[in-house]
Protein backbone atom coordinates (compact mmCIF):
# COMPACT_ATOMS: atom_id res chain seq x y z
CA UNK A 1 0.00 0.00 0.00
CA UNK A 2 1.23 3.37 -1.14
CA UNK A 3 1.29 6.29 1.57
CA UNK A 4 1.28 9.60 0.71
CA UNK A 5 4.41 11.85 2.19
CA UNK A 6 2.24 13.74 4.79
CA UNK A 7 1.04 10.38 6.39
CA UNK A 8 4.39 8.86 6.57
CA UNK A 9 5.90 11.66 8.34
CA UNK A 10 2.44 11.54 10.62
CA UNK A 11 3.63 7.61 11.03
CA UNK A 12 7.45 8.65 11.39
CA UNK A 13 6.56 11.53 14.12
CA UNK A 14 4.37 8.29 16.23
CA UNK A 15 7.36 6.29 16.09
CA UNK A 16 9.39 9.14 17.83
CA UNK A 17 6.89 9.61 20.72
CA UNK A 18 8.50 7.05 22.53
CA UNK A 19 6.05 6.06 25.59
CA UNK A 20 3.36 6.47 23.13
CA UNK A 21 4.88 3.79 20.58
CA UNK A 22 6.41 1.23 22.97
CA UNK A 23 2.73 1.40 25.05
CA UNK A 24 1.12 0.71 21.61
CA UNK A 25 3.60 -2.43 20.43
CA UNK A 26 3.04 -4.08 24.68
CA UNK A 27 -0.69 -3.12 24.85
CA UNK A 28 -1.14 -4.79 21.00
CA UNK A 29 0.94 -7.91 22.53
CA UNK A 30 -1.48 -8.22 25.06
CA UNK A 31 -4.47 -7.89 22.94
CA UNK A 32 -2.95 -10.68 20.73
CA UNK A 33 -2.03 -12.97 23.82
CA UNK A 34 -5.60 -12.12 25.19
CA UNK A 35 -6.92 -14.02 22.05
CA UNK A 36 -4.47 -16.69 22.10
CA UNK A 37 -5.43 -16.79 26.24
CA UNK A 38 -6.37 -21.12 26.11
CA UNK A 39 -2.63 -21.46 25.31
CA UNK A 40 -1.69 -20.06 28.31
CA UNK A 41 -4.28 -20.07 31.05
CA UNK A 42 -6.40 -22.61 31.01
CA UNK A 43 -7.27 -26.06 32.93
CA UNK A 44 -7.15 -27.75 29.78
CA UNK A 45 -3.86 -29.78 28.38
CA UNK A 46 -2.52 -28.44 25.28
CA UNK A 47 -1.53 -32.02 24.34
CA UNK A 48 -1.99 -35.34 25.59
CA UNK A 49 -0.26 -38.38 25.17
CA UNK A 50 -1.68 -41.56 26.19
CA UNK A 51 -1.21 -45.16 24.88
CA UNK A 52 0.57 -44.06 21.96
CA UNK A 53 -2.16 -41.77 20.93
CA UNK A 54 -1.81 -37.92 20.69
CA UNK A 55 -4.81 -35.47 22.24
CA UNK A 56 -5.78 -32.06 21.56
CA UNK A 57 -8.11 -30.79 24.61
CA UNK A 58 -7.42 -27.52 24.58
CA UNK A 59 -10.00 -26.29 21.62
CA UNK A 60 -11.78 -29.70 21.57
CA UNK A 61 -14.23 -31.53 22.41
CA UNK A 62 -14.76 -32.76 26.46
CA UNK A 63 -12.68 -35.94 27.14
CA UNK A 64 -13.97 -37.76 30.05
CA UNK A 65 -11.91 -39.34 32.73
CA UNK A 66 -12.87 -42.68 31.83
CA UNK A 67 -11.06 -42.21 28.69
CA UNK A 68 -7.87 -42.02 30.06
CA UNK A 69 -8.31 -45.04 32.93
CA UNK A 70 -9.42 -42.52 35.42
CA UNK A 71 -12.77 -43.54 37.56
CA UNK A 72 -15.40 -40.61 36.27
CA UNK A 73 -17.02 -39.59 33.62
CA UNK A 74 -16.60 -36.18 33.37
CA UNK A 75 -14.37 -34.15 32.25
CA UNK A 76 -10.70 -34.89 32.92
CA UNK A 77 -9.00 -33.40 35.29
CA UNK A 78 -5.40 -32.73 33.48
CA UNK A 79 -4.03 -31.93 36.74
CA UNK A 80 -4.29 -34.86 38.63
CA UNK A 81 -4.01 -36.59 34.81
CA UNK A 82 -0.36 -35.55 34.35
CA UNK A 83 0.52 -36.81 38.57
CA UNK A 84 -0.90 -40.07 37.64
CA UNK A 85 1.10 -40.60 34.35
CA UNK A 86 4.34 -39.40 36.20
CA UNK A 87 3.75 -42.20 39.09
CA UNK A 88 3.17 -44.62 36.60
CA UNK A 89 6.24 -44.02 34.44
CA UNK A 90 4.96 -45.80 31.31
CA UNK A 91 5.90 -43.02 28.93
CA UNK A 92 2.29 -41.40 28.97
CA UNK A 93 2.43 -37.42 29.49
CA UNK A 94 0.44 -34.28 30.04
CA UNK A 95 1.47 -30.87 28.98
CA UNK A 96 -0.20 -27.95 30.41
CA UNK A 97 -0.38 -24.56 30.03
CA UNK A 98 1.69 -22.11 32.06
CA UNK A 99 -1.46 -21.60 34.36
CA UNK A 100 -3.36 -24.44 34.66
CA UNK A 101 -6.49 -23.13 35.70
CA UNK A 102 -9.16 -21.28 34.13
CA UNK A 103 -11.24 -18.64 35.32
CA UNK A 104 -14.14 -20.31 36.68
CA UNK A 105 -12.69 -22.81 38.46
CA UNK A 106 -12.58 -23.34 41.89
CA UNK A 107 -9.66 -24.70 44.53
CA UNK A 108 -10.16 -26.00 47.81
CA UNK A 109 -8.03 -27.13 50.50
CA UNK A 110 -8.78 -29.67 53.31
CA UNK A 111 -6.96 -27.10 55.67
CA UNK A 112 -7.97 -23.23 54.87
CA UNK A 113 -10.78 -21.51 52.86
CA UNK A 114 -9.67 -18.94 50.34
CA UNK A 115 -8.71 -17.14 49.61
CA UNK A 116 -4.76 -18.45 49.02
CA UNK A 117 -1.55 -16.25 48.95
CA UNK A 118 0.34 -16.89 45.80
CA UNK A 119 1.74 -19.89 45.17
CA UNK A 120 3.98 -21.20 42.47
CA UNK A 121 3.94 -24.79 43.58
CA UNK A 122 0.28 -24.94 42.80
CA UNK A 123 0.43 -22.41 39.91
CA UNK A 124 -1.50 -19.97 41.61
CA UNK A 125 0.74 -16.67 40.68
CA UNK A 126 -1.46 -14.48 41.61
CA UNK A 127 -3.11 -16.19 44.99
CA UNK A 128 -6.73 -17.11 44.45
CA UNK A 129 -9.84 -14.96 45.14
CA UNK A 130 -12.42 -15.62 48.27
CA UNK A 131 -14.15 -18.47 46.18
CA UNK A 132 -10.98 -20.51 45.38
CA UNK A 133 -10.48 -19.05 42.01
CA UNK A 134 -7.20 -18.37 40.21
CA UNK A 135 -6.61 -14.34 39.91
CA UNK A 136 -4.34 -14.32 37.14
CA UNK A 137 -6.48 -16.77 35.13
CA UNK A 138 -9.52 -13.87 35.94
CA UNK A 139 -7.40 -10.54 35.37
CA UNK A 140 -6.69 -12.78 31.50
CA UNK A 141 -9.85 -13.38 30.78
CA UNK A 142 -11.49 -10.17 32.43
CA UNK A 143 -9.10 -8.52 29.90
CA UNK A 144 -10.18 -9.59 27.02
CA UNK A 145 -13.97 -9.13 28.09
CA UNK A 146 -12.84 -5.88 29.18
CA UNK A 147 -10.82 -5.10 25.40
CA UNK A 148 -13.96 -6.95 23.22
CA UNK A 149 -16.39 -4.67 25.43
CA UNK A 150 -14.72 -1.43 24.35
CA UNK A 151 -14.02 -2.62 21.14
CA UNK A 152 -17.26 -3.21 19.60
CA UNK A 153 -19.19 -0.35 21.74
CA UNK A 154 -16.43 1.72 20.05
CA UNK A 155 -17.17 0.90 16.50
CA UNK A 156 -20.83 0.78 16.92
CA UNK A 157 -21.07 4.01 18.78
CA UNK A 158 -18.98 5.71 16.49
CA UNK A 159 -20.66 4.49 12.82
CA UNK A 160 -24.23 5.82 14.30
CA UNK A 161 -22.22 8.82 15.91
CA UNK A 162 -20.36 9.50 12.40
CA UNK A 163 -23.10 9.25 10.24
CA UNK A 164 -25.29 11.29 12.08
CA UNK A 165 -22.69 13.43 12.36
CA UNK A 166 -22.09 14.22 8.83
CA UNK A 167 -25.42 14.65 8.15
CA UNK A 168 -26.18 17.06 10.23
CA UNK A 169 -23.31 19.38 9.31
CA UNK A 170 -23.61 18.39 5.67
CA UNK A 171 -27.97 18.77 5.01
CA UNK A 172 -27.94 20.98 8.06
CA UNK A 173 -31.67 23.30 8.21
CA UNK A 174 -34.29 21.49 9.90
CA UNK A 175 -32.89 17.86 9.81
CA UNK A 176 -29.85 20.02 12.28
CA UNK A 177 -31.98 21.42 14.68
CA UNK A 178 -34.38 18.32 14.82
CA UNK A 179 -31.38 16.05 15.64
CA UNK A 180 -29.72 18.56 18.07
CA UNK A 181 -33.06 19.04 20.17
CA UNK A 182 -33.34 15.02 20.35
CA UNK A 183 -29.93 15.07 21.32
CA UNK A 184 -30.08 17.22 23.80
CA UNK A 185 -32.98 15.68 25.45
CA UNK A 186 -31.55 11.80 24.84
CA UNK A 187 -28.37 13.09 27.01
CA UNK A 188 -29.86 13.86 29.56
CA UNK A 189 -31.32 10.38 30.54
CA UNK A 190 -29.25 9.09 33.21
CA UNK A 191 -26.74 5.95 32.30
CA UNK A 192 -26.73 4.57 35.37
CA UNK A 193 -30.54 4.45 36.00
CA UNK A 194 -31.15 3.12 33.06
CA UNK A 195 -28.41 0.20 33.64
CA UNK A 196 -30.39 -0.26 37.17
CA UNK A 197 -33.98 -0.56 35.30
CA UNK A 198 -32.67 -3.28 32.79
CA UNK A 199 -30.57 -5.31 34.48
CA UNK A 200 -33.80 -5.23 37.40
CA UNK A 201 -35.72 -6.79 34.66
CA UNK A 202 -32.99 -8.86 32.15
CA UNK A 203 -30.36 -10.90 32.84
CA UNK A 204 -27.38 -9.20 32.59
CA UNK A 205 -25.06 -10.54 29.56
CA UNK A 206 -22.27 -8.92 27.53
CA UNK A 207 -24.30 -7.98 24.86
CA UNK A 208 -26.88 -5.85 26.92
CA UNK A 209 -23.91 -3.77 27.71
CA UNK A 210 -22.46 -2.93 24.76
CA UNK A 211 -26.15 -2.16 23.68
CA UNK A 212 -26.71 0.20 26.32
CA UNK A 213 -23.39 1.76 26.02
CA UNK A 214 -23.93 2.53 22.15
CA UNK A 215 -27.06 4.48 22.65
CA UNK A 216 -25.76 6.29 24.80
CA UNK A 217 -22.03 6.46 23.10
CA UNK A 218 -22.56 7.49 19.88
CA UNK A 219 -23.95 11.46 20.86
CA UNK A 220 -20.26 12.95 21.66
CA UNK A 221 -18.47 12.22 18.03
CA UNK A 222 -21.81 13.80 16.46
CA UNK A 223 -21.22 17.02 17.69
CA UNK A 224 -17.56 16.95 16.78
CA UNK A 225 -18.15 15.50 12.93
CA UNK A 226 -21.20 17.81 12.32
CA UNK A 227 -18.77 20.71 13.36
CA UNK A 228 -16.13 19.32 10.83
CA UNK A 229 -18.22 18.60 7.98
CA UNK A 230 -20.43 22.26 8.44
CA UNK A 231 -16.75 23.42 7.61
CA UNK A 232 -15.62 20.46 4.92
CA UNK A 233 -18.68 21.43 3.17
CA UNK A 234 -18.09 24.55 2.28
CA UNK A 235 -13.96 23.81 0.51
CA UNK A 236 -13.94 23.49 -3.63
CA UNK A 237 -13.65 19.68 -3.72
CA UNK A 238 -17.21 19.17 -2.43
CA UNK A 239 -18.71 22.36 -4.54
CA UNK A 240 -16.78 20.10 -7.44
CA UNK A 241 -18.25 17.26 -6.92
CA UNK A 242 -21.95 18.70 -6.10
CA UNK A 243 -21.52 19.87 -9.44
CA UNK A 244 -20.68 17.19 -11.02
CA UNK A 245 -24.23 15.59 -9.89
CA UNK A 246 -22.49 13.23 -7.19
CA UNK A 247 -24.73 12.46 -4.69
CA UNK A 248 -25.23 13.24 -0.88
CA UNK A 249 -23.95 9.83 0.13
CA UNK A 250 -21.28 10.15 -2.38
CA UNK A 251 -19.84 13.33 -1.27
CA UNK A 252 -20.26 12.43 2.58
CA UNK A 253 -19.02 8.75 2.67
CA UNK A 254 -16.02 9.48 -0.45
CA UNK A 255 -14.88 13.01 -0.09
CA UNK A 256 -15.83 14.60 3.32
CA UNK A 257 -15.28 11.41 5.85
CA UNK A 258 -11.81 10.72 4.33
CA UNK A 259 -10.87 14.47 5.43
CA UNK A 260 -12.12 14.04 8.86
CA UNK A 261 -11.09 10.72 9.41
CA UNK A 262 -8.03 12.27 11.76
CA UNK A 263 -10.91 13.47 14.62
CA UNK A 264 -11.94 9.91 14.67
CA UNK A 265 -8.68 8.42 14.94
CA UNK A 266 -7.41 10.89 17.69
CA UNK A 267 -10.65 10.19 19.57
CA UNK A 268 -10.90 6.15 19.62
CA UNK A 269 -8.03 5.98 22.34
CA UNK A 270 -9.99 7.96 24.82
CA UNK A 271 -13.41 6.31 24.05
CA UNK A 272 -11.36 3.08 24.40
CA UNK A 273 -10.16 3.92 27.97
CA UNK A 274 -13.79 5.29 28.68
CA UNK A 275 -15.50 2.04 27.92
CA UNK A 276 -13.01 -0.26 30.12
CA UNK A 277 -13.68 2.50 32.59
CA UNK A 278 -17.56 2.37 32.46
CA UNK A 279 -17.65 -1.46 32.29
CA UNK A 280 -15.29 -1.96 35.74
CA UNK A 281 -17.38 0.24 37.26
CA UNK A 282 -20.49 -1.39 36.41
CA UNK A 283 -18.89 -4.53 37.64
CA UNK A 284 -17.88 -3.37 40.47
CA UNK A 285 -21.07 -1.39 41.84
CA UNK A 286 -22.70 -4.60 41.45
CA UNK A 287 -24.79 -3.72 37.67
CA UNK A 288 -22.42 -5.33 35.49
CA UNK A 289 -21.66 -8.82 33.86
CA UNK A 290 -23.08 -11.74 35.90
CA UNK A 291 -21.34 -13.66 38.03
CA UNK A 292 -19.08 -15.94 37.52
CA UNK A 293 -18.24 -14.12 34.61
CA UNK A 294 -14.36 -13.29 34.70
CA UNK A 295 -14.40 -9.60 35.75
CA UNK A 296 -12.03 -7.11 36.85
CA UNK A 297 -14.36 -4.55 38.23
CA UNK A 298 -16.00 -7.86 40.16
CA UNK A 299 -12.04 -8.59 41.60
CA UNK A 300 -11.66 -4.84 42.65
CA UNK A 301 -14.91 -5.87 44.60
CA UNK A 302 -13.14 -8.35 46.46
CA UNK A 303 -9.73 -6.85 46.98
CA UNK A 304 -11.37 -3.52 48.73
CA UNK A 305 -14.02 -5.96 50.89
CA UNK A 306 -11.07 -7.99 51.63
CA UNK A 307 -7.92 -6.28 52.41
CA UNK A 308 -6.40 -9.07 54.28
CA UNK A 309 -5.53 -10.94 51.01
CA UNK A 310 -3.66 -7.81 49.53
CA UNK A 311 -2.75 -9.75 46.39
CA UNK A 312 -6.70 -9.91 44.82
CA UNK A 313 -6.39 -5.93 45.22
CA UNK A 314 -2.41 -5.03 44.25
CA UNK A 315 -3.22 -7.42 41.08
CA UNK A 316 -6.35 -5.79 39.81
CA UNK A 317 -5.19 -2.38 40.30
CA UNK A 318 -2.19 -2.39 38.40
CA UNK A 319 -3.88 -4.32 35.57
CA UNK A 320 -6.43 -1.85 35.57
CA UNK A 321 -3.81 1.26 36.06
CA UNK A 322 -1.30 -0.13 33.14
CA UNK A 323 -3.61 -0.75 30.85
CA UNK A 324 -5.76 2.56 30.49
CA UNK A 325 -2.15 4.58 31.55
CA UNK A 326 -0.78 2.51 28.06
CA UNK A 327 -4.32 3.40 26.11
CA UNK A 328 -3.68 7.03 26.96
CA UNK A 329 -0.57 7.41 26.23
CA UNK A 330 -1.18 5.76 23.00
CA UNK A 331 -4.20 8.58 22.50
CA UNK A 332 -1.83 11.10 23.30
CA UNK A 333 0.64 10.23 20.72
CA UNK A 334 -1.71 9.91 18.41
CA UNK A 335 -3.06 13.31 18.83
CA UNK A 336 0.48 14.73 18.80
CA UNK A 337 1.47 12.97 15.86
CA UNK A 338 -1.35 13.76 13.58
CA UNK A 339 -2.03 17.34 14.29
CA UNK A 340 -2.37 19.00 10.94
CA UNK A 341 -0.79 22.18 12.61
CA UNK A 342 2.77 20.49 12.58
CA UNK A 343 2.80 19.76 8.92
CA UNK A 344 0.68 22.58 7.23
CA UNK A 345 0.83 26.74 7.92
CA UNK A 346 -2.16 28.92 7.36
CA UNK A 347 -1.41 31.89 5.92
Not at 240 to 257: C, E, P, S
Not at 260 to 276: D, E, Q, R, S, W
Request: glycine share 8%.
Amino acid sequence: MNLNPVTLKKLKRFKSIKRGFYSFVIFTALVVLSLLAELLVNSRALMVSYQGQLHFPTYGDVIPGQHFGLDYEYETNYRQLKAKFAAQGKGDWVLLPLVPWNPYEQDFKEDAYPPYAPSVAERHFLGTDTSGRDVLARLVYGFRIAIGFAFIALAASYAIGVTIGCMMGFLGGRFDLILQRFIEIWSQVPFLYVIMILVSLAKPNFGLFVGINVLFGWMGITWYMRTLTYKERARDYVMAAQAQGATTKRIIFNHILPNTLMMIVTLAPFAVVGNISTLTALDYLGFGLAPPTPSWGELLSQGINNLDAIWIVSSVVAAVSLVLIMVSFIGEAIREAFDPRKFTRYQ
